[in-house]
């Protein structure tokens, strides 16, 4: 038997191959599915051809695109890694990724050839391939020489399919391993719970970099066998024109107010609608109730994390109970949730603790790290995800707070101590903290408050610019302060609570 998960997305392949699988947003361009089979198979051919060892990385950093898509099914065809790299990402972050993972293949975008092959040559990577959104790049230049039938590698459900790198509050990144049986399950779980249907159609408008718009999203629409429409890059006028065509929209929490922020976001534009999901960040109520009320549908939100793909989900089918404003839902099946103490304890039904989770969607463990490995599992091998919650008697999850100080800012993670440690090197910085304070249409923003060494006057534009070279522009701070000091309680740990509400009311409108 083949596990590989490419296997199980091609046999739900519709029998007529000829029908359409993509389309354009524009309407520009259409694939079909058999244009989806021949050209993973000659980007998979291309791949072997390489005669690469067994397990190998494919580190990918382009725009988003279909031919991107393809290659990440190709690499699960051809039973390599797929490494999927945040395109805001600059050349320190790239420089630490590819040192850490030691890619066999490096694909990027043409414009950045130079300096990323610069830095994977010197770090070993020997096949550097270009991919640009406009189908041009030498990886399809060379896969258009290879054969477009290829038999899928076997792989087994414990083989590795996918790393994603995630950070914590202390340390560098650290790549989460997820198995092909880790992704199969999740999304045939997904496809059942969320009644996938016959005929849907998907609005795909999330970059392909992450969990939501590479896994649940994309996973989900092939699967079902079912068209998606693909934006590039999101367009709140242009989705809307496209929803009377669709059924299933996915977003962060960020595109809903982007859609609410245009007239034409009417109960009629939305009357084909079947499904709008959120997720990636906390939904605000606000958001929630404004888009049932000119929409006429309920979001239905749920909660997931790159080590574990989706967790839980409020209901999709009437017959499961209500969707729950300002809640992610219950466990999904086969996914085990407890709420305990700081010493492991469970906690009573309401009652704040953290959120450790178990079942087939949770990864196999951080790469070349058993020691951190070892401390984010239980004894009784329970995943402590770091976020802290609560669980009510139906079941239902509220997202409290974050363990971790983690900053969700329209959708993507944001790691303090990653940007403190950039901003505590530079000239006149003696020390800084980094927060998340509410942001009306980010959910959060970032901010830093930096204290200037002896002499120095550090300047807040000069440090912002500063850091735009050297981090990806969604980790820059809106905001730079400087201050004599930082809050610090009786054990000399700074105080980020007490600048969280200093700076509360910042971006209040």
């Not at 992450?210 to 896994?215: K, S």
Request: neutral net charge; aromatic residues 8%.
């Amino acid at each position: 038997m083949n596990d590989n998960l490419f296997v199980a997305l091609r046999d739900a392949f519709p029998a007529d191959l000829d029908a359409t699988a993509i389309e354009a947003a524009d309407a520009s361009a259409f694939y079909t599915w058999r244009d989806l089979d021949r050209a993973t198979a000659m980007i998979a051919n291309l791949l072997a051809s390489l005669e690469l060892p067994a397990g190998s990385r494919v580190a990918v950093q382009t725009e988003k695109s279909v031919e991107a898509l393809m290659l990440y099914l190709a690499v699960l065809r051809a039973g390599l890694v797929y490494l999927p790299l945040n395109t805001a990402y600059q050349a320190a972050e790239i420089e630490y990724f590819i040192g850490d993972a030691e890619p066999a293949v490096v694909v990027c975008a043409s414009r950045n050839f130079g300096w990323i092959s610069r830095i994977a040559f010197k770090a070993g990577t020997r096949n550097v391939f270009t991919l640009d959104d406009d189908r041009g790049g030498t990886l399809l230049q060379r896969a258009a020489q290879m054969s477009d039938a290829h038999a899928p590698a076997v792989r087994r459900a414990d083989d590795l399919a996918a790393i994603l790198y995630t950070s914590g509050t202390t340390g560098r990144s650290k790549g989460a391993m997820l198995s092909h049986g880790n992704l199969l399950s999740n999304a045939l779980t997904l496809k059942a719970y969320w009644g996938w249907r016959p005929g849907d159609v998907l609005i795909h408008a999330l970059p392909i970099f992450h969990v939501h718009g590479l896994f649940v999203a994309s996973h989900g629409a092939l699967l079902n066998a079912s068209k998606m429409i693909w934006f590039s890059r999101f367009d709140a006028r242009a989705v809307i024109a496209r929803l009377p065509d669709a059924t299933i929209f996915m977003g962060v929490p960020t595109l809903y107010v982007r859609l609410l922020a245009e007239p034409a976001l009417t109960r009629d534009a939305c009357r084909h609608m079947r499904l709008f999901i959120s997720g990636s960040a906390p939904l605000l109520i606000e958001t929630f109730d404004a888009f049932r009320e000119r929409s006429g549908h309920t979001i239905l939100e749920r909660y997931g994390m790159s080590e574990t793909s989706m967790l839980t989900s409020n209901p999709c089918a009437a017959e499961d109970g209500e969707r729950r404003g300002g809640t992610v839902g219950r466990p999904l099946p086969g996914v085990g949730l407890r709420v305990c103490d700081e010493q492991g304890r469970p906690v009573r039904s309401g009652e704040i603790g953290g959120i450790e989770v178990k079942g087939p969607n949770v990864f196999k463990g951080y790469w070349r790290r058993p020691e951190k490995t070892a401390e984010e599992f239980t004894t009784d091998l329970w995943f402590k995800t770091g976020d802290v919650g609560t669980q009510d008697a139906d079941g239902y999850v509220t997202i409290v707070g974050r363990s971790k100080d983690l900053i969700i800012s329209g959708g993507y993670n944001v790691y303090p101590a990653e940007i403190e440690g950039f901003l505590n090197e530079m000239p006149g910085v003696a020390e800084s903290a980094v927060i998340g304070v509410p942001h009306p249409d980010f959910g959060e923003a970032v901010v830093a408050v930096v204290v200037a060494r002896p002499g120095a006057t550090p300047e807040a534009d000069t440090l912002i610019e500063a850091l735009k070279a050297k981090i990806a522009n969604f980790k820059v701070p809106k905001r730079v302060f400087v201050a004599a000091e930082l809050p610090r309680n009786a054990m000399g740990k700074v105080q980020k609570n007490v600048l969280r509400e200093q700076h509360r009311a910042l971006f209040d409108a």
